[in-house]
């Protein structure tokens, strides 16, 4: 689902996209390690051309990365979180807020497209659900 959201100059923004929220992408449950899930998060973000990875911290499962699309009007902040769940599946969430008004879907493209990706890189096997 998409939600209303502010950009970081606290102007209305673009609807963000969120994997934690009814009608949004679903979020992703893998059976691989969550040091095999991080490490592949991080590789995907760093292979992307207009992706800046803006801060990370194992610790805290937490990936934020600035993205800019082809053209300026398509920037948008995506968050990552990788976590275990109760029992001991690693966890994927992600949200994209756009930095301007003007998303035209990009930021649920880029979610859904890292999304797949990763599941090709982690393996048929190690994705829990549909």
């Not at 899930?37 to 995907?44: H, I, N, P, S």
């Not at 292979?47 to 803006?54: D, H, Y």
């Not at 934020?64 to 902040?77: I, K, N, P, Q």
Request: overall charge positive; aromatic content about 4%; glycine content about 10%.
């Amino acid at each position: 689902m998409t939600t209303a959201s502010p950009n970081h100059a606290g102007r209305p923004a673009a609807e963000s996209v969120d994997t934690r929220s009814p009608g949004g992408p679903d979020g992703r449950l893998y059976t691989a390690s969550f040091a095999a899930v991080w490490d592949q998060v991080l590789a995907e973000v760093r292979a992307r051309n207009r992706w800046t990875l803006v801060h990370h911290d194992e610790d805290l499962g937490l990936v934020t990365v600035r993205c800019r699309g082809f053209m300026s009007a398509g920037a948008s902040l995506l968050t990552i979180w990788v976590s275990l769940d109760d029992n001991g599946l690693t966890r994927l969430d992600l949200r994209s807020v756009p930095e301007t008004r003007r998303d035209l879907g990009a930021g649920e493209r880029r979610i859904r497209d890292l999304l797949g990706r990763l599941d090709r890189k982690l393996g048929a096997g190690a994705r829990i659900g549909a």
